[in-house]
């Protein structure tokens, strides 16, 4: 997700990678090999691998919008720290973390996590504004497609390894198809709002604060609605080649319970 905010920015900028995303990089190739070369078995890895994957996710889905933004005319940016793709940068730990690493285990759905908060004032024109709002899925779409390409590389004897691939590759799929649906607070949403009459902007923007809470409504309340996202998504990971079953074994593998 991201938040436009007109804003003042001061400091240096920070240099290269961040120590934290280091440390979830080397997790996730580290828990990978070692599920794919069955150094480790069970759902603690499984679910390990996951979770990681999923900050990791997260970490280059906002550094997506903030790159973009930074390209667009947003000279804070670099003083923001975004670019380091310091997880702890994305957001408060509650909503950035917890949040959508729980729903991400009771429902199966990649929850949107973290935000960005940009000088929306800064960026020019009505391109650049649209341009940063699809900057954060196109990231996550290029997790998903390196996700397919590993699942693919994978050894067709390695099921665990596979299986937590697939359900990785799905969670990354829900999470993409969740973030562009033009619901005020999403990407999909503020893609769109530059091309709004400005009363519409007002309404999107004033339902925008409470977006968290509308979608957890919708996910506790409305078994359609998370259903029809969990079909959806299934079927966009089946169109790029991972077979459901994987998937199926995948979510079963992950379990704790």
Not at 81 to 97: K, T, V
Not at 201 to 226: E, K, M, N, P
């Amino acid at each position: 997700m991201q938040r436009t905010t007109s804003r003042e920015t001061a400091g240096r900028t920070d240099p290269g990678l961040s120590a934290n995303f280091l440390l979830v990089a080397f997790l996730v190739c580290g828990l990978g090999f070692a599920i794919g070369g069955g150094l480790v078995e069970g759902s603690g890895a499984a679910f390990a691998f996951v979770m990681t994957f999923w900050v990791l996710g997260l970490c280059l889905h906002e550094f997506g919008h903030a790159c973009v933004a930074w390209w667009g005319g947003d000279a804070g940016v670099p003083a923001s720290g975004y670019l380091s793709l310091d997880p702890l940068r994305y957001g408060d730990p509650l909503a950035s973390i917890v949040l959508p690493v729980v729903f991400t285990i009771l429902g199966g759905i990649g929850f949107p996590g973290g935000a960005v908060r940009l000088d929306s004032g800064a960026l020019r024109g009505r391109i650049w504004p649209t341009a940063v709002a699809l900057a954060g899925p196109a990231m996550t779409l290029a997790c998903l497609f390196g996700l397919v390409v590993l699942y693919h590389l994978a050894d067709a004897d390695s099921t665990a390894l596979r299986a937590v691939l697939a359900v990785t590759a799905l969670f990354q799929g829900t999470a993409l198809v969740l973030n562009l649906m033009p619901i005020p607070g999403l990407d999909g949403y503020n893609a769109l709002r530059p091309w709004l009459p400005g009363s519409w902007q007002a309404v999107g923007d004033a339902g925008a604060r409470h977006a968290g809470l509308v979608l957890t409504a919708l996910f506790l309340f409305s078994g359609a609605f998370s259903r029809t996202l969990f079909r959806v998504s299934l079927r966009l990971v089946a169109e790029v080649g991972i077979h459901p079953a994987d998937v199926v074994a995948g979510y079963r593998l992950i379990r704790l319970w």
